[in-house]
């Protein structure tokens, strides 16, 4: 799901490093538990998680994250208004090959509208322009739990993979997609494009 198409390497000074290690699942982002603090930075594969859960380590504010990934956090000027602005700030534990990447993240409110609740939006942010095949355009996620519908675009030398979560899950009939979440999904993603410079 992440278009990233250019890959970075992040060091992190060894001294009394001290961190505490997210485990999410970006399909179902409520279901979040500690993992372990420690002195050593694992890759994703030595923790052995299963496919699709990846390790997040959170960061204290935008300063440590652009020292650790090298570029400033992207912060949306607009949330949907459904979304809370308490903004949260991570990064994701190495993979193989030392890529790194950034994770901005708004929980959503309570209110439904229609019935739907959301978006909880999620931005992971990386250096690089977009892989070639990567979709600007809000496509459904059909794996895991609730609606979840996603977005791939260049930001000023970042590539933003933008996820928006819906609840609940459809009902069995129920179609998948509402006109709210078409709605306030494409405003929230034009909101982005127009900040990056994308579109007038």
């Not at 990934?69 to 193989?96: C, E, R, V, Y």
Request: proline letters at 6%; aromatic letters at 6%; a negative charge.
């Amino acid at each position: 799901m992440l278009a990233a198409s250019v890959a970075f390497f992040a060091t992190v000074g060894t001294a009394a490093f001290a961190v505490v290690y997210i485990v999410q699942d970006q399909r179902a982002v409520h279901r979040v538990s500690e993992v372990a603090a420690a002195t050593h930075i694992p890759t994703q594969s030595e923790l052995g998680l299963p496919k699709g859960v990846i390790a997040l380590q959170r960061v204290k504010d935008a300063g440590e994250f652009e020292q650790v990934l090298g570029f400033k956090p992207f912060i949306p000027k607009q949330l949907p208004d459904t979304t809370k602005d308490d903004l949260s700030l991570s990064i994701t534990l190495p993979d193989d090959n030392g890529v790194r990447l950034g994770r901005i993240g708004y929980s959503t409110s309570d209110t439904a509208v229609a019935g739907i609740t959301g978006p909880t939006v999620v931005l992971m942010e990386s250096q690089g322009a977009p892989a070639a095949d990567a979709n600007s355009q809000l496509m459904r996620l059909t794996g895991g739990n609730g609606r979840v519908l996603v977005a791939t675009i260049g930001c000023k030398g970042l590539t933003l993979d933008v996820q928006l979560f819906f609840g609940p899950a459809p009902a069995e009939g129920e179609p998948f997609l509402t006109p709210y979440m078409t709605d306030v999904s494409q405003r929230f993603l034009d909101g982005l494009s127009r900040q990056c410079g994308n579109q007038p």
